[in-house]
């Protein structure tokens, strides 16, 4: 998958998918699933706004995208000359003159140009002087509610990690490259690799879970600890601090996907070190439980 962060390209012959694709769920798969159909070269058109806040960072959705059948990803700045750049000419200039788009697939409820002016019946009246189809597709509907994003961020602020995640149909995850800790959990016996999410990242509440972690390219089962670490001393930022089952070796320096399954308990302070290991046991036992059984996937 190629990525493109400019105007300054030409592709040819594409079937176009435009959104925030904030989490890139269901609903939005289904998008780059009709393109595909097309036979054509599928594009991703998706936008960089500037507080980075998102269901996943940036370089967190490359990751994801990539899998998903997208040949080219254009990304975006929303910068003030483009939220004022006209649906005329976003067509014009981006979707014909970059992309040569012969087909645009989106949703029912997308907007685009100077303050959401056009709509998607207005791009498929465009798609008639410029030489492109339009495909809009329905909004997607599970346990009778619409697949959004906003609904999607409300199950992760209640730690409803099972039901978001049946929604993003790849577990919510972390990303990030493990940052030496306080080694506490190692003179525990519970050696564990530390990470900091992206800025402005959309987070669930801080606590335990149990996790599934991506580590150079075998996948381990886990438990993790999201917050501040309140028992440790100090100010510590707010991170992912987890600890890999079966992994034996260094992973300092190494890029982690941590994707969280099931939310546990909230994160609490202990009144001694013994007390936090004796609780990280059980801890262990709840994850182990959780992952070996029927709610483990999506």
């Known amino acids: 998958m190629r ?44 936008f960089l706004f500037p507080d980075g806040g998102g269901i996943y960072a940036m370089e ?33 200039e981006i979707l014909v003159g970059r992309c040569d ?5 989106v949703g029912a409820d997308f907007c685009f140009g100077y303050r959401r002016s056009g709509t998607a019946e207005d791009l498929r009246e465009a798609g008639g002087r410029y030489g492109y189809s339009t495909k809009i597709c329905e909004k997607l509907t599970q346990g009778g509610e ?6 999607i961020r409300r199950l992760l ?51 335990v879970y149990s996790v599934r972690v991506l580590a150079g390219g075998k996948q381990y089962d886990g438990v993790g600890n999201l917050g501040v670490k309140p028992t440790i ?19 300092y320096g190494q890029n982690l996907t941590v994707s969280l399954m099931n939310f546990q308990r909230p994160e609490r302070k202990f009144s001694s070190v013994d007390k936090l290991r004796e609780q990280i046991q059980m801890d262990t036992e709840e994850a182990k439980r959780f992952l070996a059984g029927p709610g483990r996937h999506p």
Not at 28 to 42: D, I, K, Q, T, Y
Not at 62 to 81: C, F, K, N
Not at 184 to 203: D, F, Q, W
């Open 3 to 46: 990525i493109l962060t400019d105007f300054d390209f030409k592709l040819n012959n594409t079937a176009v998918c435009i959104g925030k694709f904030d989490g890139l769920h269901k609903g939005h798969r289904l998008l780059f699933s009709e393109a595909g159909r097309s036979g054509l070269e599928v594009v991703m058109i998706t």
């Open 60 to 92: 967190e959705k490359i990751s994801l995208a990539g899998g998903l059948g997208i040949d080219d990803m254009v990304i975006i700045p929303v910068t003030e000359e483009f939220m004022h750049m006209s649906p005329e000419r976003f067509v014009r």
């Open 101 to 105: 788009a012969k087909e645009v697939v």
């Open 146 to 151: 619409i697949i959004s994003s906003t609904r």
């Open 157 to 207: 602020a209640e730690g409803r990690l099972p039901e978001a995640n049946a929604l993003l149909q790849t577990p919510y995850f972390i990303q990030g490259v493990v940052e030496p800790g306080n080694r506490i959990g190692r003179r525990m016996m519970v050696p564990t690799a530390n990470i900091r999410p992206a800025e402005g990242k959309v987070l669930p509440p801080h606590g």
């Open 233 to 251: 001393p100090g100010e510590n930022p707010v991170g992912i601090e987890v600890w890999l089952f079966d992994y034996e070796g260094d992973l």
